[in-house]
């Protein structure tokens, strides 16, 4: 396997080839409390609700989010990260409890909210409301996470010089590609984010640009869809994505049994992207089991983001 080489800056050849550019020129407006509980176990964390209204070219997105911020007065470090299925619905798929334990807040909102993951949309997400611009869905999924950057800025308890960009699967592969554009993203962490996530695309197995692109083609600029068959003639390859993030840190996890992500090929990903990042800023680890966001995926990436944001 040949790989082009670290290097020069391509971010500009990702947006160009894969994802699209992430347009900027988007002010969070309004905030709305809609309501304050205590959350996880009581007295160990606040539970906030806001209503979230974000002032775009030609409208206006509004989106729901759940902040879990742990109690005291300390400036905590945060998560941020989008949901598969709702806020409601992490109160039992996030571990609330250990991760206050660990000390981070956590701030969530569904990404379907920011842009709906379908190729015929019955309703615009925020790609409709810029104009011209050419993005897919994974870099409207990033600008949500940027955005839930905005939010956490406001929020006193809440140090936002040390921000955890964390998604699984499509979801990780929007993390990725906010953590290249977003240097307000301390430690970027992607899930078995696979095929156009940490995966190289050169080493063969799991999921291929035909396939991604056949499925999901809203994900991506149109003209992605080319190099179907061609992998060898892209112009870049992923861990120049991860390298796109260094000197800021990275931490790619994969699990033994998701062939689809391809664990190899996240973690030939990770050692070719090594020589780019100062010693201990990127972590991999792979764990027994499928494709799911785990109890113990959390506690490594929160335990290598303590140990980075140490640093
Ligand atoms: C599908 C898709 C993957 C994606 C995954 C997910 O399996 O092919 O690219 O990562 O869905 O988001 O769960």
Redesign the pocket.
Known sequence: MSLPPLGPDVTQEFARTIYGRTPDGAKLGDLVLQSREDGVLAGTADRLRHRATVACPLGNLEFDTLLHLPSGNDPTPVVVILN?DGNDETLTSFPYEKIIQAGYAVLTAHYQQIEPDDPNPPAPGVRGLFPAETWGAVAAWAWGLSRLIDIAATVDRIDSTNVVALG??????AALWAGVQDERITVTASN??????AALFRHPGG?DIE??TR??PHWFVPSFAQYSGREDELPVDQHQLLASIAPRHVYVCSAEDDA??NPEAEHLSVEAARPAFPPNAIGYHLRPGG?ALLEEDWLKILAFSSQALSQ
């Open positions: 598969f699984h699967s499509r979801l990780g592969k078995e984010s696979g095929c156009c996530g999921e396939a991604i499925r999901f689809w992500a494709h």
